[in-house]
C-alpha cells in the first residue's frame, strides 16, 4: 500500500463519514432502548422504524414522543431504528422474530414491505404512518395534518402582506403534497386573491442549507409567509426567514419556541394519544386492520398560535381562526385530502 | 583518522546466504575496493556498513566503536556517507535545493538553502566542479548527477564514503575525472571503499582490493601484490575466455534509416537528420557522452517514440506488424525495463505476449509459460530461489538478465540495446556480450548505444558517435571526447 | 509462529477497536458485542444479512482492484453503480412495466446486462477524459459520482416514476423478475453467487489472460509496458470499463435482488465502501471475498446494534472508519518488525 492508495482511502472513509453524518442520534437520551435479549413471555414489547433521526423536533421526533408515551403508560419494552429503503424489510423481520407485538413504521414508503412481511410474522402488528394497504395484521393510520395546514393557510391568507406565501419542503411525497394542498385551499378560503406559491422541494432529508436555499427563492418572489414541510431541516427555512425578516409557521411538532423568533403558529400533530390508543388495541388483540384517522375531533391535530407573537393577531382574526377550527371540528368544512 | 571494521558478518535473506562471516578493514587514507560477481554480496556488505541493512550476525566498528546497525541516518550522522548506484536525488528540485536537503537535520525549521548548499559549493569548488546551483537536478546528464552526490556527502564531513558501482553510468573521461577525486579524498585522509567490478579501473585507482565470492570473503590484498588475472580468478574462479566473432558472410539488407529528426519530450530538437543503415546480421555502436540523443534514437528505432521528419525503413518498407520483431533493452532497467513489484515470470512474459505456444485464446498455459521461464533462468544462470521471485529484489546484474533473456529468447529482427553491459560482472557481461554476438550471426541487425568504448568496439562492426543529436564518425568524436 | 502472532493482530485489533467504540458511545460492551455478534453470524438470517451486505461491496471492491491494479485511481464507484441502476430501471420500463412485459427471465437478464453496460460506460467517459483530456481519474470520477447521483434524482421523479406519480421512487419490480432467494423470510438472494463468481472471473482475467496482464503491468510500470510497446491508454481504458462493468453489477443486483426499486438512497455508499474492500483485500480478488465479508459483518452487526441500543446507524462507519484506520497501523506496526526468516 503506498502513499497515493492511503491518501485515497482517508479520501474515501471521508466522504463516506460526511455521507452518513446527518443522524446525530447517538449518545443522546440512552435510557428508553433497552439492550434486552429477546425472551419469551407475556411482555408487550413495541418498536418503532423512522425515516430520519427521531430528534429532528419534527415528524420522527413526534412518532418518538408517542413510543416514549407507551413505554410509560403501558410498562412496554419499546426500541428504535432509523431504516431505509432495502433495510426496512430486515428490520420489519428481526423485530418479529425477537417477539416484538407491534412494529411501526413511520411513513407510507413502510406500508408496501409491511404487507409483505406481516405475512409471514402473522403474530404481529404493522402499523404504518399513512399508506394505503392493509390487512389483518398491517394497519395504517393517518393524521389529518391537512387540517393544521388549512388553518395555517387560513391564517396566511389573512395576515400576508404582500399577497404571496409560499411551502418549502423535502420531497413531493404525497402525505406532503396533501397538506400543502390543504394550506393553498386555507389561504384562498379567507383571501381569494392571495397568490400561493408552488411547494419548494429541496430533496434531501437533513439539508439544512439546502432548505434555506429553497426558503430564499421563495421569499425573492415576495412571499412573505412561508410553511415548511422540511423535517429535520426546518431549521433552515427559520433561519432563512429570520434574515428577511418574515414569518414561518412550524409544523408537525410545536416549533413556536424556536429561537429564530419568526413562528406565528404551528400545525401540529399530537401523536401521544394516537400511538397509545393503537398500542392499546394491539395489546387487548382488538385491532382487526384498517386504517385509522386522527384529527382535530380525536384531538390529534391542532394549530397553535406562539403566544409571544400573538399581539401580530388582530383579536377579529384570532375569533375567525376560532370559528374555523370549530367548524373542522364539528365536520361541518371538510379539509380536502389527497388519497394515499 | 577513521577505521571501519566489519567483524564476522551474517546476513540471510530468504534461504540465499548474502554473507558469511565477512570481516574487512578499511583504513583511512585509503581507496579500498570490494570486487566480486553479481549477488556475490557486494551491495549487502555495503548496505550493513551505512546501515541500510541490520546483519543477523556480527558487529561494524568505525573507529572502535560499534556503528548502530539497520539505522542508516544514525549512521550517516556517524560519518559513514553512501554514494548510491541509482542516485537518490530530487529530480525536480535544484542543485542547490538538493545539497540543502542533505544537510537538513529536523523538519520543523525554516530554510535557508543558500546557506545549507553553501559548503558543498565551495567543496565544488576546490574539486574544480563546475556545478550551476540554480539548474535543475534531473535534467543535469548523470555525470553531474553523481557529482551532486558525491558532494551531499563530502559536504557532511564523512569520514568513510561508500561508493556503489561509481563507474557504471559515466563516460571515460568523467571516469578520470572521478578517479582524480578519489585520490585526493584519499589524500586528505578520508577512507573511500569502492564498489566495483571493472578490473581495470579498480586497479587504476585502488591501495587495496578485497575480492567476495558467494558471500565470503576470497582475499583481501595490497594493489601491488594483484594483477587483473588474479583478480578475475579470485572472483569467478577461472579466466573468462571471449568467444570469438564470426564474421558473416552475407549481408542482406535490414534497417534503412534516412534524414531522422526526432523530438525531445519536451519538444527540443533532440535528433537531427540521422541517416545510417544496419543490415541484417550487424552490429552498428553509437557511441557518446550520455544526453547527446541516443536514448531517443533508440525509442524511435525500437517503435516506442514518433519521429518528426524522415523515415525508418525495414528491408526497403515502413515497419509493419509481421516485421521485424523488435528487441529493446531499455538503457534505465529499473525503470523502463523491468516492473519490480511483478515476479520473474511476468516480466520474462512480456516478451511473449505473441508467442502462440503460451496462450490458449486468451488464457496463459501455465505450464508451458513456467517451463519456459525456469529454462531462461538456468540458461542465463540468474541467481533466483523460483521464477516467482520478485523482480525487485534480484541483484542489478540478475535484474539485467531477466530482461536480456526475454528478449534474446524472442529471437528478434532489430534488437535496439542501450549500455548493455552496465553494472554487470564479468562474467554477466560476458555471457550477455556472446548472447549479443550469436543474435548478431544469427541474422538480427543490432543497434547498439553505448557510453563504454571498450564495450563498444568489441562488439560493434561499425561505430558511429553521436554528438548533440548529429551522427559523427570516429574521428569526429575523438576531438570531442577529448581524446 | 512469528508470523502467526502478526496476522493474529488483526482480530484482536478489530475486538480492541470495537470494544473502545462501543465504551465511547456509551453502549454497554458485552451486550453490545453480543448483538454485533448475532446479527453478524448469530444464525442463519443474520448469515443472510451479512452475505447480503457484503455482496454490493465485494463487486465495488472488484471493480477498485481492477482499476487500481491498472493505476487508474477509480473513485467513481458509487457513480458507476448509480448508472447502472438507471440503465437498469429504464430497461425495466420497456420490459416489465408495459402491456406486453417479456419473459420474467429474459427480463431479468437483460437489465441485468443494462446495468453493467451503465456502469461500464459512466467509468469509460472518465477514462476518456483522462486519456484524451488529461482530466485526472480521481477528479473526474468524483465529480461524475454527483453527477450521477443528481440524475438518479431526475429520473426518479421524472422518466422512470412510478405510476402514481406520487413518490420519487421508480415502480417496485414484481416478485418474479426479482432474482431468486434463499427463501422469503431472508434477503439472501442469487446475487451472492454472482458476486463469488465474479471474485473468480476478476482473478482469472487478472492473473490468467494476456489483457489482465496488460493491465498489471501498465498499473506496475507505465514506462516499462511503453517501453514493450503495450499501449498502456487502451489497457487503462480497459481496467476502467472492467471496473465500472463491475460497479454497474453491483447496482443491478442491489437492484434486483434488494430494493426492487430505485430512489434517491438508491446506492447506500456502496461505491464507496469498495475502495477499503479492495484496500484491505490487498488489491487481490479472492481476498476481497474476505475483507467484504468483514465489513458485511460488520455493517450487519451494527444494524442489529441499532434495533436494539439507542446508538444510530453511523455507528457503523464509526467503527468503519476506526477499523481501516487501525489495520493501516497494525500493518505499519507489522512492516516495522525485523525480517521474518523463512
Known sequence: MNVKHLLILCAAVFAVGCGSGNSRDEQANGSIKSVDAPKPGEEFKVALLTPGSVFDSGWNALAYDGLQEIQKQMNATVTYKESKESDIPDDMRSYARHGYNLVFGHGFEYNKPAMKVAKDFPDTVFMTSSGGETAKNVGAFRFELEQGFYLAGYLAGLQTRTGVIGSVAVQNYPSIVSTLKAFEAGAKASNPACKVLPPVYFGTEGDVTGAKQATERILAERADIVIHQANAAAQGVFDACKEKNVLAFGSNADQNSNPSGVILGSAVIIAKPAFLELAKQVKAKQFTGGIVKFGMDKGAIDFVLNPKLADRVPVDQQQKLKTVAADIKSGKIVVPEDKF | ?483 | MKRLVGISLYPIGLLLILVATLAFFKVPVRDGLGLLYSGAVGDRFAWSRMAVKSTPMLLTGLGMVVAWRGGIYNIGGEGQFIVGGIFGGTVARFAVFTSHPWSPWLATSGILVACVAGGAAWAWLAGWLYLRRGVEVVISTILLNFIALQFLGYCCSGPLQEKAKQVPLTDALPDEVMLPKLSRQMDAHFGVVLAIMAALLIYTYLFRTRAGFRVRLVGENPRMARANRIDAGRAKIQAMVVSGALCGLAGGIEYLGMSGQLGTGFSQQWGFLGIPVALLGGLHPLACILSASVFGALLAGAENLARYTPTGSTLVYVIQAVAVLGYVGIKAYRDRLPAVEA
Open chain 2, 1 to 483: 583518522m577513521a577505521t571501519l571494521i566489519v567483524d564476522n558478518v551474517f546476513k540471510r535473506f530468504g534461504g540465499v546466504a548474502a554473507l558469511e562471516a565477512v570481516s574487512v578493514e578499511f583504513r583511512s587514507g585509503e581507496i579500498h575496493a570490494v570486487l566480486g560477481e553479481n549477488g556475490a554480496g557486494k551491495s549487502t556488505l555495503m548496505n550493513v556498513m551505512s546501515g541500510f541493512v541490520r546483519p543477523d550476525r556480527g558487529t561494524v566498528l568505525l573507529n572502535g566503536t560499534s556503528i548502530p546497525l539497520g539505522i542508516a541516518f544514525a549512521c550517516k550522522q556517524m560519518g559513514i556517507e553512501m554514494i548510491h548506484q541509482h542516485f537518490t536525488l530530487t529530480p525536480a528540485f535544484s542543485v542547490e535545493e538538493n545539497l540543502a536537503l542533505a544537510r537538513l537535520d529536523r523538519l520543523a525549521t525554516t530554510i535557508d538553502t543558500k546557506a545549507l548548499a553553501g559548503k558543498a559549493l565551495a567543496i565544488a569548488k576546490s574539486l574544480e566542479w563546475e556545478v550551476d546551483p540554480s539548474a535543475r537536478t534531473g535534467q543535469l546528464p548523470v555525470g553531474v548527477q553523481q557529482r551532486i552526490e558525491i558532494l551531499k556527502a563530502l559536504s557532511g564531513e564523512a569520514e568513510v564514503l561508500i561508493f556503489d558501482e561509481p563507474t557504471a553510468v559515466l563516460s571515460p573521461s568523467e571516469v578520470e575525472d572521478l578517479f582524480r577525486v578519489l585520490r585526493r579524498l584519499r589524500d586528505e585522509g578520508k577512507c573511500l571503499i569502492l564498489i566495483a567490478h571493472k578490473l581495470s579501473e579498480v586497479l587504476g585507482v585502488a591501495d587495496w582490493v578485497t575480492v567476495l565470492r558467494n558471500g565470503r570473503v576470497v582475499a583481501t590484498a595490497p594493489r601491488d601484490e594483484v594483477d587483473s588475472d588474479k583478480l578475475a580468478f579470485w572472483m569467478v574462479g577461472q579466466m573468462p575466455d571471449r568467444a570469438s566473432r564470426s564474421d558473416s558472410k552475407e549481408r542482406v539488407d535490414g534497417l534503412t534509416v534516412r534524414s531522422l529528426s526526432i523530438k525531445g519530450d519536451r519538444g527540443e530538437a533532440s535528433v537531427s537528420n540521422a541517416t545510417f543503415e544496419i543490415r541484417q546480421g550487424e552490429i552498428l555502436g553509437f557511441g557518446g557522452v550520455d544526453g547527446n540523443g541516443q536514448v531517443e534514437l533508440a525509442e524511435t528505432l525500437a517503435q516506442i517514440r514518433k519521429h518528426s521528419s524522415g523515415a525508418v525503413l525495414w528491408c526497403g518498407r515502413p515497419f509493419g506488424s509481421d516485421l521485424p520483431r523488435i528487441g529493446y533493452v531499455p538503457q534505465d532497467r529499473q525503470t523502463d525495463g523491468l516492473a519490480l513489484r511483478m515476479s520473474i515470470r511476468d516480466n520474462m512474459l512480456v516478451s511473449a505476449l505473441h508467442r502462440p505456444s503460451f496462450w490458449s485464446g486468451p488464457l496463459i498455459r501455465a505450464k508451458q509459460v513456467g517451463a519456459w521461464v525456469d529454462s531462461l533462468i538456468d540458461r542465463f544462470s540468474i541467481k533466483a530461489e523460483s521464477g516467482s521471485d520478485l523482480t525487485g529484489k534480484l541483484s542489478g546484474g540478475n535484474q539485467q538478465k531477466v530482461i536480456v533473456s526475454r528478449i534474446l529468447d524472442d529471437e528478434p529482427g532489430l534488437l535496439v540495446v542501450l549500455n548493455p553491459g552496465r553494472g554487470l560482472d564479468i562474467k554477466a557481461t560476458e555471457y550477455v556480450y556472446d548472447v549479443l554476438l550469436a543474435a548478431r550471426d544469427r541474422g538480427a541487425a543490432i543497434a547498439l548505444f553505448s557510453t563504454d568504448l571498450d564495450e563498444l568496439y568489441s562488439l560493434s562492426d561499425r561505430v558511429l558517435f553521436m554528438l548533440r543529436g548529429q551522427l559523427v564518425d570516429a574521428t569526429g568524436a575523438s576531438a570531442m571526447l577529448g581524446g
